[in-house]
Protein backbone atom coordinates (compact mmCIF):
# COMPACT_ATOMS: atom_id res chain seq x y z
CA UNK A 1 0.00 0.00 0.00
CA UNK A 2 2.85 2.20 0.80
CA UNK A 3 4.85 1.55 -2.18
CA UNK A 4 1.86 2.29 -4.74
CA UNK A 5 1.27 5.51 -2.97
CA UNK A 6 4.75 6.66 -3.02
CA UNK A 7 5.10 5.70 -7.14
CA UNK A 8 1.89 7.56 -7.66
CA UNK A 9 3.37 10.39 -5.75
CA UNK A 10 6.47 10.02 -7.84
CA UNK A 11 4.68 11.02 -10.76
CA UNK A 12 2.62 13.33 -10.03
CA UNK A 13 5.70 15.65 -8.43
CA UNK A 14 8.35 14.92 -10.27
CA UNK A 15 10.56 17.30 -8.72
CA UNK A 16 9.79 16.74 -5.56
CA UNK A 17 8.60 19.72 -4.81
CA UNK A 18 6.13 18.29 -2.37
CA UNK A 19 7.93 15.86 -0.17
CA UNK A 20 10.58 16.66 2.23
CA UNK A 21 13.36 14.75 1.45
CA UNK A 22 15.99 13.76 4.02
CA UNK A 23 19.53 15.33 3.16
CA UNK A 24 20.80 13.24 0.59
CA UNK A 25 24.54 14.73 1.65
CA UNK A 26 26.71 16.82 -0.76
CA UNK A 27 26.53 16.78 -4.31
CA UNK A 28 29.41 14.88 -5.89
CA UNK A 29 32.37 16.15 -7.16
CA UNK A 30 31.96 15.78 -11.03
CA UNK A 31 28.20 17.79 -10.81
CA UNK A 32 29.83 20.21 -8.51
CA UNK A 33 32.63 21.14 -10.48
CA UNK A 34 30.71 21.09 -13.67
CA UNK A 35 28.01 23.11 -12.32
CA UNK A 36 30.45 26.02 -11.05
CA UNK A 37 31.95 25.85 -15.13
CA UNK A 38 28.63 26.23 -16.09
CA UNK A 39 28.10 29.44 -13.71
CA UNK A 40 31.62 30.68 -15.45
CA UNK A 41 30.49 30.33 -19.21
CA UNK A 42 27.31 32.08 -18.41
CA UNK A 43 29.09 35.09 -16.88
CA UNK A 44 31.42 34.83 -19.66
CA UNK A 45 28.28 34.64 -21.94
CA UNK A 46 26.82 38.09 -19.64
CA UNK A 47 30.00 39.85 -21.24
CA UNK A 48 30.02 39.00 -24.68
CA UNK A 49 26.80 40.28 -24.23
CA UNK A 50 28.05 43.84 -23.27
CA UNK A 51 29.78 43.56 -26.46
CA UNK A 52 26.97 42.84 -28.63
CA UNK A 53 25.04 45.79 -27.23
CA UNK A 54 28.31 48.16 -28.14
CA UNK A 55 28.19 46.31 -31.51
CA UNK A 56 24.21 47.04 -31.76
CA UNK A 57 24.62 50.69 -30.51
CA UNK A 58 27.56 51.77 -32.65
CA UNK A 59 27.11 49.47 -35.84
CA UNK A 60 26.19 52.81 -37.88
CA UNK A 61 29.15 55.21 -36.19
CA UNK A 62 31.03 54.65 -39.63
CA UNK A 63 32.78 58.18 -39.90
CA UNK A 64 32.92 58.15 -43.11
CA UNK A 65 35.45 54.92 -43.19
CA UNK A 66 34.10 51.76 -44.50
CA UNK A 67 30.66 49.94 -43.56
CA UNK A 68 29.95 46.37 -43.00
CA UNK A 69 28.50 45.18 -45.90
CA UNK A 70 31.81 46.52 -47.71
CA UNK A 71 34.73 44.67 -45.53
CA UNK A 72 32.53 41.57 -44.75
CA UNK A 73 33.04 38.52 -46.97
CA UNK A 74 30.28 36.24 -46.72
CA UNK A 75 32.43 33.26 -48.33
CA UNK A 76 35.13 33.16 -45.62
CA UNK A 77 32.18 33.49 -43.02
CA UNK A 78 30.50 30.66 -43.97
CA UNK A 79 33.54 28.46 -43.85
CA UNK A 80 34.45 29.54 -40.38
CA UNK A 81 30.84 28.64 -39.42
CA UNK A 82 30.96 25.29 -40.91
CA UNK A 83 34.38 24.90 -38.98
CA UNK A 84 33.48 25.59 -35.67
CA UNK A 85 30.44 23.81 -35.91
CA UNK A 86 31.66 20.70 -37.20
CA UNK A 87 34.73 21.32 -34.35
CA UNK A 88 31.76 20.98 -32.31
CA UNK A 89 30.38 17.73 -33.58
CA UNK A 90 34.16 16.30 -33.17
CA UNK A 91 34.44 17.50 -29.70
CA UNK A 92 31.05 15.60 -28.59
CA UNK A 93 32.50 12.38 -30.20
CA UNK A 94 35.68 13.08 -28.16
CA UNK A 95 33.81 12.98 -25.18
CA UNK A 96 32.06 10.35 -25.68
CA UNK A 97 35.63 8.66 -26.54
CA UNK A 98 36.58 9.52 -23.06
CA UNK A 99 33.40 8.24 -21.30
CA UNK A 100 34.16 4.96 -22.84
CA UNK A 101 37.97 5.21 -22.17
CA UNK A 102 38.60 4.58 -25.96
CA UNK A 103 42.16 6.31 -26.69
CA UNK A 104 41.83 6.14 -30.16
CA UNK A 105 38.53 7.62 -31.09
CA UNK A 106 39.86 10.30 -28.25
CA UNK A 107 42.95 11.42 -29.77
CA UNK A 108 41.03 11.23 -33.10
CA UNK A 109 38.27 13.24 -32.10
CA UNK A 110 40.13 16.13 -30.38
CA UNK A 111 42.74 16.53 -33.36
CA UNK A 112 40.29 16.82 -35.33
CA UNK A 113 38.82 19.62 -33.03
CA UNK A 114 42.53 20.75 -33.04
CA UNK A 115 42.41 21.63 -36.85
CA UNK A 116 39.27 22.87 -37.26
CA UNK A 117 39.89 25.43 -34.47
CA UNK A 118 43.44 25.81 -35.96
CA UNK A 119 41.57 27.11 -39.96
CA UNK A 120 38.89 29.04 -37.92
CA UNK A 121 41.64 31.19 -36.42
CA UNK A 122 44.19 31.34 -39.41
CA UNK A 123 40.68 32.74 -41.42
CA UNK A 124 39.76 34.70 -38.89
CA UNK A 125 43.76 36.96 -38.30
CA UNK A 126 44.10 36.91 -42.10
CA UNK A 127 40.64 38.88 -42.17
CA UNK A 128 42.26 40.91 -39.62
CA UNK A 129 45.23 41.52 -40.92
CA UNK A 130 43.71 42.27 -44.25
CA UNK A 131 41.48 45.01 -42.89
CA UNK A 132 44.32 46.56 -40.84
CA UNK A 133 46.60 46.65 -44.08
CA UNK A 134 43.81 48.19 -46.09
CA UNK A 135 43.63 51.00 -43.52
CA UNK A 136 40.53 50.05 -41.93
CA UNK A 137 42.22 48.79 -38.33
CA UNK A 138 39.96 49.06 -34.80
CA UNK A 139 41.31 53.22 -34.68
CA UNK A 140 39.53 54.20 -38.09
CA UNK A 141 35.86 53.94 -36.56
CA UNK A 142 33.65 53.42 -33.83
CA UNK A 143 32.40 50.94 -35.93
CA UNK A 144 35.43 48.79 -36.50
CA UNK A 145 36.36 49.22 -32.37
CA UNK A 146 33.03 47.30 -31.60
CA UNK A 147 33.75 44.95 -34.71
CA UNK A 148 37.29 44.19 -33.75
CA UNK A 149 36.66 43.73 -30.23
CA UNK A 150 33.62 41.53 -30.23
CA UNK A 151 35.16 39.11 -32.76
CA UNK A 152 38.83 39.63 -31.62
CA UNK A 153 37.49 38.52 -28.02
CA UNK A 154 35.45 35.33 -29.22
CA UNK A 155 38.63 34.58 -31.23
CA UNK A 156 40.91 35.48 -28.10
CA UNK A 157 38.62 32.20 -26.51
CA UNK A 158 38.79 30.01 -29.00
CA UNK A 159 42.70 30.63 -28.75
CA UNK A 160 42.51 29.33 -24.86
CA UNK A 161 40.36 26.37 -26.05
CA UNK A 162 42.88 24.90 -28.49
CA UNK A 163 45.98 25.72 -25.98
CA UNK A 164 43.40 23.91 -23.00
CA UNK A 165 42.58 21.35 -25.89
CA UNK A 166 46.31 20.20 -26.70
CA UNK A 167 46.67 20.45 -22.44
CA UNK A 168 43.79 17.91 -22.18
CA UNK A 169 45.29 15.97 -25.16
CA UNK A 170 48.89 15.75 -23.45
CA UNK A 171 47.04 14.90 -19.72
CA UNK A 172 45.52 11.80 -20.97
CA UNK A 173 48.57 10.68 -22.54
CA UNK A 174 50.19 10.81 -19.44
CA UNK A 175 47.75 10.26 -16.67
CA UNK A 176 44.92 8.21 -18.44
CA UNK A 177 41.28 8.20 -18.07
CA UNK A 178 41.54 9.28 -14.30
CA UNK A 179 38.40 11.17 -12.69
CA UNK A 180 40.24 14.38 -12.43
CA UNK A 181 41.02 14.35 -16.38
CA UNK A 182 37.52 13.37 -17.18
CA UNK A 183 36.14 16.16 -14.92
CA UNK A 184 38.52 18.70 -17.08
CA UNK A 185 37.50 17.11 -20.32
CA UNK A 186 33.70 17.90 -19.09
CA UNK A 187 34.65 21.33 -18.81
CA UNK A 188 36.34 21.87 -21.93
CA UNK A 189 33.34 20.09 -23.98
CA UNK A 190 31.29 22.31 -22.22
CA UNK A 191 33.77 25.64 -22.71
CA UNK A 192 34.17 24.29 -26.81
CA UNK A 193 30.51 23.96 -27.21
CA UNK A 194 29.36 27.65 -25.19
CA UNK A 195 32.14 29.17 -27.89
CA UNK A 196 30.14 28.10 -30.84
CA UNK A 197 26.80 29.26 -29.33
CA UNK A 198 28.48 33.08 -29.25
CA UNK A 199 29.67 32.17 -32.50
CA UNK A 200 25.93 31.78 -33.47
CA UNK A 201 25.58 35.28 -32.23
CA UNK A 202 28.76 36.49 -33.94
CA UNK A 203 28.06 35.31 -37.32
CA UNK A 204 24.07 36.49 -37.35
CA UNK A 205 23.84 40.01 -35.51
CA UNK A 206 27.89 40.55 -36.98
CA UNK A 207 28.04 39.34 -40.93
CA UNK A 208 24.51 38.85 -41.60
CA UNK A 209 22.64 41.68 -39.96
CA UNK A 210 25.68 44.05 -40.20
CA UNK A 211 27.23 43.27 -43.91
CA UNK A 212 23.37 43.96 -45.14
CA UNK A 213 23.19 46.65 -47.59
CA UNK B 1 5.47 3.05 7.09
CA UNK B 2 8.31 4.77 7.52
CA UNK B 3 10.10 4.23 4.56
CA UNK B 4 7.66 6.82 2.81
CA UNK B 5 9.72 9.47 4.41
CA UNK B 6 12.89 8.33 2.52
CA UNK B 7 11.99 8.78 -0.56
CA UNK B 8 15.96 8.74 -2.31
CA UNK B 9 16.57 12.39 -3.81
CA UNK B 10 16.57 11.83 -7.54
CA UNK B 11 20.37 12.46 -8.32
CA UNK B 12 21.21 15.91 -10.24
CA UNK B 13 22.64 16.09 -13.72
CA UNK B 14 25.87 18.10 -14.49
CA UNK B 15 25.53 20.25 -17.09
CA UNK B 16 26.89 18.60 -20.65
CA UNK B 17 26.01 15.60 -19.01
CA UNK B 18 23.38 12.96 -20.20
CA UNK B 19 20.89 10.91 -18.97
CA UNK B 20 22.03 6.85 -19.16
CA UNK B 21 22.80 6.11 -23.04
CA UNK B 22 24.16 3.26 -25.24
CA UNK B 23 26.77 4.60 -27.04
CA UNK B 24 25.08 4.79 -30.41
CA UNK B 25 22.27 6.72 -28.85
CA UNK B 26 24.92 9.57 -27.83
CA UNK B 27 26.33 9.73 -31.00
CA UNK B 28 22.82 9.87 -33.09
CA UNK B 29 21.84 12.77 -30.64
CA UNK B 30 24.94 14.27 -31.82
CA UNK B 31 24.24 13.85 -35.52
CA UNK B 32 20.87 15.07 -35.03
CA UNK B 33 22.22 18.51 -33.50
CA UNK B 34 25.03 18.96 -35.97
CA UNK B 35 22.09 18.20 -38.84
CA UNK B 36 19.79 20.60 -38.01
CA UNK B 37 22.49 23.16 -36.89
CA UNK B 38 23.84 22.61 -40.78
CA UNK B 39 20.32 23.10 -41.80
CA UNK B 40 19.82 26.49 -39.85
CA UNK B 41 23.10 27.65 -40.41
CA UNK B 42 22.68 27.31 -44.59
CA UNK B 43 18.94 28.64 -44.01
CA UNK B 44 20.61 31.91 -42.67
CA UNK B 45 23.27 32.56 -44.98
CA UNK B 46 20.99 31.82 -47.73
CA UNK B 47 18.11 34.58 -46.27
CA UNK B 48 20.96 37.23 -45.82
CA UNK B 49 21.59 37.24 -49.44
CA UNK B 50 18.65 36.34 -51.45
CA UNK B 51 15.79 38.71 -52.99
CA UNK B 52 13.12 36.07 -52.94
CA UNK B 53 11.71 37.10 -49.33
CA UNK B 54 10.29 41.00 -48.47
CA UNK B 55 13.52 42.97 -47.84
CA UNK B 56 11.88 44.37 -44.27
CA UNK B 57 11.32 40.95 -43.07
CA UNK B 58 15.28 39.50 -43.01
CA UNK B 59 16.69 40.76 -40.08
CA UNK B 60 13.97 39.36 -37.63
CA UNK B 61 14.56 35.68 -39.52
CA UNK B 62 18.01 36.45 -38.94
CA UNK B 63 17.24 36.71 -35.41
CA UNK B 64 14.87 33.88 -34.94
CA UNK B 65 16.81 31.98 -36.86
CA UNK B 66 20.06 32.26 -34.47
CA UNK B 67 17.99 31.74 -31.59
CA UNK B 68 16.75 28.22 -32.99
CA UNK B 69 19.93 27.63 -33.70
CA UNK B 70 21.10 28.48 -30.25
CA UNK B 71 18.31 26.45 -28.62
CA UNK B 72 19.81 23.22 -30.98
CA UNK B 73 23.01 23.87 -29.76
CA UNK B 74 22.01 23.42 -26.15
CA UNK B 75 19.60 20.55 -26.56
CA UNK B 76 21.81 18.78 -28.38
CA UNK B 77 25.49 19.50 -27.69
CA UNK B 78 25.17 20.72 -23.96
CA UNK B 79 22.37 18.59 -23.03
CA UNK B 80 20.27 20.79 -21.07
CA UNK B 81 16.97 19.42 -20.78
CA UNK B 82 13.67 20.48 -18.97
CA UNK B 83 13.67 17.13 -16.83
CA UNK B 84 13.61 17.19 -12.80
CA UNK B 85 17.66 16.18 -13.04
CA UNK B 86 18.58 19.53 -14.68
CA UNK B 87 16.62 21.79 -12.77
CA UNK B 88 20.26 23.66 -11.33
CA UNK B 89 21.00 23.95 -14.97
CA UNK B 90 18.28 25.34 -16.25
CA UNK B 91 17.64 27.82 -13.72
CA UNK B 92 21.40 28.97 -13.55
CA UNK B 93 20.61 29.17 -17.42
CA UNK B 94 17.22 31.48 -17.00
CA UNK B 95 19.15 33.92 -15.18
CA UNK B 96 21.71 34.02 -17.42
CA UNK B 97 19.77 34.64 -20.06
CA UNK B 98 18.00 37.24 -18.09
CA UNK B 99 21.05 39.74 -17.77
CA UNK B 100 21.87 39.50 -21.19
CA UNK B 101 18.24 40.60 -22.55
CA UNK B 102 18.55 43.66 -19.62
CA UNK B 103 22.28 44.21 -21.04
CA UNK B 104 21.56 44.51 -24.70
CA UNK B 105 17.42 45.38 -24.66
CA UNK B 106 18.40 48.06 -21.77
CA UNK B 107 21.17 49.77 -23.68
CA UNK B 108 19.93 49.33 -27.41
CA UNK B 109 16.58 51.39 -25.98
CA UNK B 110 18.64 53.70 -24.19
CA UNK B 111 20.69 54.48 -26.50
CA UNK B 112 18.44 54.68 -29.33
CA UNK B 113 16.50 57.34 -27.17
CA UNK B 114 19.07 59.54 -26.78
CA UNK B 115 20.21 59.14 -30.43
CA UNK B 116 16.44 60.34 -31.47
CA UNK B 117 16.96 63.36 -28.89
CA UNK B 118 20.45 64.44 -29.41
CA UNK B 119 20.41 67.78 -32.12
CA UNK B 120 23.04 66.59 -35.03
CA UNK B 121 26.20 66.85 -34.62
CA UNK B 122 26.57 70.04 -37.11
CA UNK B 123 24.01 71.93 -34.60
CA UNK B 124 25.87 71.16 -31.75
CA UNK B 125 29.09 72.83 -32.77
CA UNK B 126 27.11 75.86 -34.41
CA UNK B 127 25.49 76.13 -30.83
CA UNK B 128 28.90 76.56 -29.74
CA UNK B 129 30.40 79.02 -31.82
Known amino acids: ?213 | MSDQTHIPAGHDLAPGEEEQHSVGERILGYVVGLVLALLLTATSFFIAGTDLVWQPSIPVALIVLAIAQMGVHLVFFLHITTGPDNTNNVLALAFGLLVVFLVVGGTVWIMSHLNGNMPPMDQIMRMRT
Open chain 1, 1 to 213: MSMTATVGHAHADPHHIGIVIEHPGPASKRIVTAYGFWVFLLSDIVMFSCFFAAYAVLSGQTADGPKGSEIFEQRNVAIETVCLLLSSFTCGMASIAADVRNRFWFYLGMAVTCVLGLIFLVIEFREFADLVARGYGPSRSAFLTSFFSLVGCHGLHVSAGVLWLLTMMAQVFAKGFRADVLRRMMCFALFWHALDIIWVGVFSVVYLLGGAP
